[in-house]
């Protein structure tokens, strides 16, 4: 009987422990440049909720490694072309003596400069938008803001300005980040049209998700250009003919609305125009908050 009691003891031991083995040889194996290795966890039990729990914490490190990763590589491509512009003039400056010439190379270079601070400011962006506390959560009036995003779009250039239509009641997300990704938008909407173009934003309210859109009847994304505008550094195919830019703005808008559990949509056709909307849930964050009294 003790024979017996003890090989079941062993084997019933043997399994329960198992994936503490397993958490331990997970461990062993995870290098710096190596997370993906997860305990392959089966049945029930303390040991086997330690095992989850482990696997939990290393998509979160990996996640952070990878961010860290991307935002490494992204600054190294995006930054290398100013400061190669930056190191030639100032090195012709100190060639030239001509006061007025010095004057256009430091100008040059500063705006230079400007440029690098805004690409920085994007690619942090990009780095935090999937981590805890990107979103700053709060309930929004949506018909205020509907006209609070069209008075500050109508600083950015002299366009046809209008309010396609404004959301009636609250949703709960983040608002500046929000009026951010509609500012890139319309900022966006303002390199691909001219001064008699229209640009609208709107934005609608029903049980389940906020519309945002902005509007304009400007020259159009072409059908393979829609497929690839929102990945990081990507520019349309002649948008290099209208204005300079990082192609950061459309990933800025594409990273705040999957922060918020949505996405953005675009319909666009080349010499008519395009349509961008902004897709989130009405609530981002269930259970975060009481919904206010109507």
Same mark, same amino acid.
């Given at each position: 009987?003790l024979?017996i009691?003890?090989?079941?003891?062993?084997?019933?031991a043997?399994?329960?422990l198992?994936?503490v083995?397993?958490l331990?040889d997970?461990a062993?194996?995870?290098s710096?440049?190596?997370?993906?290795?997860?305990?392959?966890?089966?049945?029930?039990?303390?040991a086997?909720?330690?095992a989850?729990?482990f696997?939990?914490?290393l998509d979160?490190?990996?996640?952070v490694?990878?961010?860290q990763?991307?935002f490494?590589?992204?600054?190294n491509?995006?930054?290398?072309?100013?400061l190669t512009i930056?190191?030639?003039?100032?090195?012709?400056m100190?060639?030239?003596d001509?006061?007025?010439?010095?004057?256009?190379?430091?100008?040059?270079v500063?705006d230079e400069?400007d440029?690098?601070g805004?690409?920085v400011?994007d690619?942090q962006?990009?780095?935090?938008?999937?981590?805890?506390g990107?979103?700053? $959560? =709060?309930?929004i009036?949506? &018909?205020?803001?509907s006209?609070e995003? /069209?008075?500050k779009?109508? !600083?950015l250039?002299?366009?046809?300005?209008?309010?396609?239509?404004?959301?009636v009641?609250?949703?709960?997300?983040?608002?500046h980040r929000?009026?951010?990704?509609?500012?890139?938008?319309?900022h966006?909407?303002?390199?691909?049209t001219d001064?008699?173009?229209?640009?609208?934003?709107?934005?609608s309210?029903n049980?389940?998700?906020?519309?945002?859109?902005?509007?304009?009847?400007?020259?159009?994304?072409?059908?393979?250009?829609q497929?690839?505008?929102?990945?990081?550094?990507t520019r349309?195919?002649d948008?290099?003919?209208?204005?300079?830019?990082g192609?950061?703005?459309?990933?800025l808008?594409k990273?705040i609305?999957?922060?918020?559990?949505?996405?953005?949509? $675009? =319909?666009?056709r080349l010499g &008519?125009?395009?349509?961008?909307?902004? /897709?989130?849930?009405?609530? !981002?964050?269930q259970?975060?908050?009481?919904?206010?009294?109507?």
């Amino acid at each position: 009987v003790l024979l017996i009691a003890s090989a079941c003891a062993w084997l019933i031991a043997g399994r329960v422990l198992k994936p503490v083995g397993a958490l331990t040889d997970t461990a062993r194996s995870i290098s710096q440049s190596d997370l993906t290795h997860r305990v392959n966890v089966r049945g029930a039990g303390e040991a086997a909720d330690m095992a989850r729990s482990f696997n939990a914490m290393l998509d979160r490190l990996e996640a952070v490694f990878r961010s860290q990763r991307e935002f490494v590589r992204d600054a190294n491509h995006e930054l290398r072309d100013p400061l190669t512009i930056m190191r030639g003039h100032l090195e012709l400056m100190s060639l030239d003596d001509d006061p007025a010439e010095r004057q256009r190379t430091i100008k040059i270079v500063l705006d230079e400069l400007d440029r690098i601070g805004r690409i920085v400011g994007d690619l942090q962006l990009l780095a935090e938008a999937d981590q805890p506390g990107f979103l700053d $959560l =709060e309930w929004i009036d949506a &018909e205020l803001f509907s006209h609070e995003l /069209v008075s500050k779009a109508t !600083a950015l250039d002299a366009r046809r300005w209008e309010l396609d239509r404004a959301a009636v009641g609250t949703f709960f997300a983040d608002r500046h980040r929000l009026t951010e990704a509609v500012l890139n938008l319309a900022h966006n909407a303002v390199q691909h049209t001219d001064t008699e173009d229209t640009i609208a934003i709107g934005a609608s309210l029903n049980e389940d998700v906020v519309r945002i859109w902005v509007r304009d009847t400007g020259s159009g994304v072409s059908v393979s250009d829609q497929e690839i505008i929102f990945n990081r550094f990507t520019r349309g195919t002649d948008a290099h003919r209208r204005y300079a830019g990082g192609g950061l703005g459309l990933a800025l808008v594409k990273a705040i609305a999957e922060a918020h559990g949505g996405h953005v949509e $675009l =319909e666009s056709r080349l010499g &008519e125009g395009s349509t961008f909307t902004m /897709v989130v849930p009405k609530q !981002a964050n269930q259970g975060a908050a009481e919904w206010p009294e109507s």
